[in-house]
């Protein structure tokens, strides 16, 4: 009866790891590699200039599909990072998919956004801009 308690525990504590480790992870469809960083573009192994070139589209399709903020601070409670928009205002920081021979075009382009439980208790949510 113990090894069967003991059995049922290490199965549900799998169970919970592999939920967690693959809710958590976003996914790219195709042969895309998920980044929001010049440093995570490099890793990848893609080059500087396509980086920053898909760094600064996707700003430019977040800053125009998300909700602005005036000040640093506001944009910061509402999202997990910001970042100041050239036209003025402050955006959420974008993460998005790159491609191989992709020139810098990126795909699947999304920022968390904060959001309370029925216990207030802060927590993100994806979103995403198609």
């Known amino acids: 009866m113990f090894k069967f308690v003991i059995i049922a525990v290490a199965i549900v504590a799998a169970g919970f790891s592999a939920f967690y480790a693959f809710r958590r992870s976003p996914v790219c469809s195709a042969d895309g590699k998920y980044m929001a960083t010049q440093s995570d573009?490099?890793?990848?192994?893609?080059?500087?200039?396509?980086?920053?070139?898909?760094?600064?589209?996707?700003?430019?399709?977040?800053?125009?599909?998300?909700?602005?903020?005036?000040?640093?601070?506001?944009?910061?409670?509402?999202?997990?990072?910001?970042?100041?928009?050239?036209?003025?205002?402050?955006?959420?920081?974008?993460?998005?998919?790159?491609?191989?021979?992709a020139n810098g075009e990126p795909a699947e382009v999304r920022y968390l956004e904060y959001e309370s439980d029925r216990m207030n208790r802060k927590k993100t949510k994806e979103v995403r801009v198609d």
Do not use: H, Y
């Not at 490099?42 to 070139?53: H, M, N, R, S, Y």
């Not at 998300?66 to 003025?88: H, I, L, N, W, Y």
């Open 41 to 101: 573009c490099e890793a990848w192994g893609f080059t500087p200039d396509i980086c920053k070139q898909a760094i600064e589209k996707a700003r430019v399709v977040v800053a125009r599909a998300a909700p602005k903020s005036e000040t640093m601070f506001q944009c910061e409670v509402r999202f997990s990072d910001c970042f100041q928009a050239p036209e003025g205002g402050f955006s959420p920081r974008p993460s998005f998919c790159l491609r191989p021979n």
